[in-house]
């Protein structure tokens, strides 16, 4: 499903506004964390081999309003075809793996992980503002 859409390092998806970038390599995620210094930043980790999570993926797009998430940048991680560095997202943040799944870092640190239809746009833009 999003096997293409990372053409470039960053998708600005029309119908919805989440301008999301490709999580797929150490690299990126070490920029993740620096990024984190300054800025909230959202890790999704999707399944494209799961209905719940695309489920998931589907109602958080369908609730996105871009401009009440200027203060986060949002990362896609397929963690199918990039199993790796979904564990080294658990490891390097000290969390479970779960599917989907949405993290929200903040100066390095996990502030907000919900999973499956726990994920609510809602609940992300509070923590935004907390």
């Known amino acids: 499903m999003f096997k293409n859409i990372f053409k470039s390092n960053t998708q600005d998806t029309k119908a919805t506004g989440i301008q999301w970038k490709a999580l797929n390599d150490a690299a990126t995620l070490q920029e993740i964390k620096e990024i984190s210094q300054t800025k909230k930043v959202m890790i999704f980790k999707h399944s494209t081999r799961c209905s719940i999570s695309a489920s998931a993926l589907n109602r958080l797009e369908r609730n996105w309003k871009q401009e009440e998430m200027t203060e986060l940048q949002p990362y896609f991680l397929d963690l199918i075809q990039y199993r790796n560095i979904s564990n080294q997202v658990a ?40």
Request: glycine content about 10%; cysteine-free.
């Open 91 to 130: 490891q390097d943040f000290g969390i479970t793996h779960q599917s989907p799944q949405a993290l929200i870092i903040s100066e390095g640190k996990v502030i907000y992980d919900n999973s499956h239809m726990g994920i609510d746009y809602e609940e992300i833009k509070s923590v935004l503002k907390g």
